[in-house]
C-alpha cells in the first residue's frame, strides 16, 4: 500500500526544492570577491526604491481608510448627526487598529527597530509589521491623532531587514540595511532625503560611521526620488513666507524659543506615557480602552474645527504658523498633545514624529506672536518661529537634534534660519533631559525594561561589573623607585598610567606619560633624585562591583582612559586597572553571548 503524503510533507517538499537554487545563489553570492562598500550601496539603492514604493503603498492604505469612515459613512449621515459622527467613527477605527495588532508582539514602530539594531542583530518578522502598518492607516484614516512617518520607517526597515535575511548577510550588514530602510522611509514620507539620512544614523543606527553613512545617503536619496511621481518634489506640507531674521533677534530671543520648547518637549513625553499608563489600569475589558480613546480623540478632533487632522497625512494648517492669536495657538498646541497621547495610548497605531512637527509649529508660532506683540518694530516673524519651533520638539522630545535641524532646513531650503534652528535645537536638547529622563524613543524602551545608546543596549553596561573586566596583574612601581625605574615600567606597559603602591598594595597615586615626559624635561639635574613617590597624583578609583557605566562615568568627568580598581573605599589596596579598551572588550564579549 502507498504511503499516503500529507499537506505539510507536500509543503516542505516544495519548499526544500525552491529553497537549495537560492541556497546556491547566496553560496555564490557569498564566495564572490565583491567590495564591501560598493556592495552595500547597491543594495541600498533597492532598498530606497522599495521603501519608497511602500511609503506609496502606505499612503493609500491611508486614503482607502479615510474614503471609508469619513468620507462614505459621512455623505450617508444627516447633517444633524454630524457632531456625533466623528467621534464614533474615530473610536471604530481605534478599535479596529487595536484589534487588529492585540495578538502580535508589542512594538514593531521605530523605537523596536532599534532595538533589533542594539539587540537582535537587525532581525525583523515581516509579518508584525505588516499588520502594524495597516493599523495604522486605519488610525490616520479615521481622524486619530498620529504620525505617518513611524510606520514608513518601519516598513522601510522591514524591507532592508528581509533583503539581508533573504542574502545571509553578517550582522553587521545587515544593520546598515536596517537603517537605509528606515532612512528611505523617512525621506519619502517627508520629501528630504538628508532628514532620512541623518534620521536612520542618529536615531536607528546610533552611529556616523564611515561604513554605514554611504549606503544610508543612498538608500535615503533613492526613497526620496521613488515618491516623487507620485506625491510631487513640493516639501511634505505648506510653508509659510516670512521675513528677514535680524542677527540680535537669533542671540537674544531665540534661546527663550529653546527653552520653551525644551520644556514643552519634557511635559509632552512625560503625558505621552502617563496616559499610556492611565489606559493601561483602566477597568473593565481591554476594547474598552481604544473605544474611549477614540471617543475623546474625536471630541477634541470636533472642538478644534478639524485643525488638528486632515486627511490622514502629514497636514498643518497655515493658521498654525502663527496665523491666529497666541492663546489659541497654545492651546492647539496641549490638545494636540494629548490627543497624540490619547491615540497611542489607548490602542491606537502609528507615528509621534509628525504630532511632534505640529506642536512645534503651534508653540513656535505662540512665542512668535507673543513676542511681535510685545516688541512690534524688532521684525520678529512668528512664521520663521513657528518652523523653527517643529525643529525644537522634535529635538527635545524625539531626543534627535541633528535630524530636526537637517529637516526644517530642508524643507525651507533657506539658510538664514541655520543658526535659529542649530540654537533652538540644542538648547531644546539639554532642557528637555534635564525635566525629562526619556524621549519618546527611549522612554518607550524603558518602560519595557530596555536601556540602548548609541545603537547599543545601555543596561548591558550596567550588568557587566569592572572584576570581570580588569586587568589584574597591571605594572605598577613603588614610591622609592627612581625616575629610570619609572621610565622602563612605562616601558613595559600598553597604558598611558601606571599606578603607585606601597609595599603592602595600597594605591598612592597614578603616574601618568604627561607626568613622566614634564619630568623629564623639567628637573633637568635633580632627575637622579626624583622617585615615584614625587610624580604620583591622586585618581579617581572604582571598586570590583561597580558596573561598567559607572567606570565610564569616572573616565569621562576626568577624561581619563585608564582607572585603577581598589578593594574597597576603606582599604584601597589596589585590585588591577580598568582601560577604555577593556570595557569594550567585555562589552563585546557580552553582547555577542545575547545575539
Given at each position: 500500500m502507498r504511503d499516503r503524503v500529507g499537506p505539510l510533507q507536500l509543503r516542505g517538499a516544495l519548499l526544500s526544492r525552491l529553497e537549495t537554487p537560492w541556497a546556491r545563489v547566496v553560496t555564490w553570492f557569498a564566495r564572490s570577491d565583491w567590495d564591501e562598500g560598493a556592495l552595500l550601496m547597491a543594495f541600498a539603492l533597492v532598498i530606497g526604491v522599495g521603501a519608497g514604493l511602500g511609503v506609496v503603498g502606505f499612503y493609500h492604505l491611508i486614503d482607502a481608510a479615510y474614503d471609508f469612515f469619513i468620507v462614505w459613512?459621512?455623505?450617508?449621515?444627516?447633517?444633524?448627526?454630524?457632531?456625533?459622527?466623528?467621534?464614533?467613527?474615530?473610536?471604530l477605527g481605534l478599535w479596529a487598529a487595536w484589534a487588529l495588532v492585540r495578538r502580535i508582539p508589542e512594538g514593531q514602530n521605530v523605537a523596536d527597530v532599534q532595538l533589533a539594531v542594539a539587540k537582535r542583530g537587525g532581525i525583523l518578522r515581516i509579518r508584525p509589521i505588516a499588520l502594524r502598518t495597516l493599523a495604522s492607516a486605519i488610525t490616520l484614516g479615521s481622524g486619530g491623532s498620529a504620525g505617518s512617518e513611524g510606520p514608513t520607517a518601519v516598513v522601510g526597515a522591514g524591507v532592508g531587514s528581509l533583503i539581508g535575511q533573504l542574502l545571509r548577510l553578517q550582522q553587521r550588514r545587515l544593520k546598515i540595511l536596517v537603517g537605509c530602510g528606515a532612512g528611505a522611509g523617512i525621506a519619502a514620507a517627508f520629501n528630504a532625503p538628508f532628514a532620512g539620512a541623518f534620521f536612520a544614523l542618529e536615531e536607528v543606527l546610533g552611529s556616523f560611521s564611515i561604513g554605514a553613512f554611504g549606503p544610508v545617503v543612498v538608500a535615503s536619496v533613492a526613497g526620496a526620488l521613488t515618491i516623487r511621481p507620485f506625491l510631487g518634489s513640493h516639501p511634505a506640507f505648506h510653508i509659510p513666507l516670512y521675513g528677514q531674521i535680524r542677527p540680535a533677534a537669533i542671540l537674544l530671543f531665540y534661546p527663550l524659543l529653546g527653552i520653551v520648547c525644551g520644556l514643552w518637549s519634557a511635559l509632552y513625553t512625560r503625558t505621552y506615557f502617563g496616559t499610556a499608563s492611565l489606559f493601561q489600569r483602566f477597568p473593565g475589558p481591554q476594547w474598552v480602552r481604544p473605544v474611549t480613546g477614540g471617543l475623546l480623540v474625536g471630541l477634541i478632533v470636533y472642538a478644534s474645527g478639524g485643525l488638528l487632522v486632515g486627511n490622514g497625512h502629514l497636514a498643518i494648517p497655515t493658521p498654525i504658523f502663527g496665523g491666529i492669536a497666541w492663546y489659541l495657538l497654545l492651546g492647539i498646541a496641549l490638545a494636540k498633545s494629548v490627543a497624540t497621547a490619547v491615540t497611542l495610548g489607548s490602542g491606537g497605531s502609528g507615528g509621534v514624529f509628525t504630532p511632534t512637527l505640529f506642536i512645534g509649529a503651534a508653540l513656535g508660532g505662540a512665542m512668535g506672536r507673543l513676542a511681535h506683540l510685545a516688541l512690534p518694530n524688532f521684525g520678529l516673524h512668528p512664521e520663521a518661529w513657528a518652523l523653527v519651533g517643529m525643529a525644537g520638539l522634535v529635538a527635545g522630545a524625539n531626543r534627535a537634534p541633528i535630524t530636526a535641524i537637517f529637516m526644517v532646513f530642508e524643507m525651507t531650503n533657506d539658510y538664514q534660519l541655520v543658526p535659529s534652528l542649530m540654537i533652538v535645537s540644542v538648547i531644546a536638547f539639554a532642557v528637555a533631559r534635564r525635566f525629562a529622563p526619556y524621549g519618546l524613543y527611549d522612554g518607550w524602551l524603558e518602560r519595557r525594561g530596555e536601556h540602548l545608546a548609541h545603537g547599543a543596549d545601555r543596561a548591558l553596561m550596567h550588568r557587566i561589573r569592572t572584576a570581570e573586566a580588569l586587568e589584574a596583574n597591571p605594572v605598577v612601581v613603588h614610591p622609592a623607585d627612581t625616575l629610570a625605574d619609572v621610565i622602563a615600567a612605562a616601558g613595559q606597559t600598553r597604558h598611558p598610567t601606571i599606578p603607585v603602591i606601597d609595599l603592602d598594595g595600597t594605591l598612592l597615586g597614578v603616574i601618568t606619560y604627561d607626568d613622566l615626559r614634564q619630568a623629564m624635561l623639567d628637573r633637568g639635574e635633580l632627575a637622579a633624585v626624583v622617585v615615584a613617590a614625587d610624580l604620583a597624583q591622586p585618581t579617581e578609583v572604582v571598586l570590583p562591583s561597580d558596573s561598567l557605566a559607572d567606570a565610564l562615568r569616572k573616565m569621562n568627568a576626568r577624561a581619563i582612559d585608564v582607572i585603577p580598581v581598589v578593594q574597597s573605599e576603606s582599604h584601597p589596596r589596589?585590585?588591577?586597572?580598568?582601560?577604555?579598551?577593556?570595557?569594550?572588550?567585555?562589552?563585546?564579549?557580552?553582547?555577542?553571548?545575547?545575539?
Open positions: 459613512v459621512g455623505a450617508r449621515l444627516h447633517v444633524t448627526t454630524h457632531v456625533a459622527y466623528r467621534p464614533v467613527l474615530t473610536a589596589l585590585v588591577g586597572i580598568l582601560s577604555r579598551a577593556d570595557v569594550l572588550g567585555a562589552y563585546e564579549r557580552e553582547l555577542m553571548q545575547e545575539v
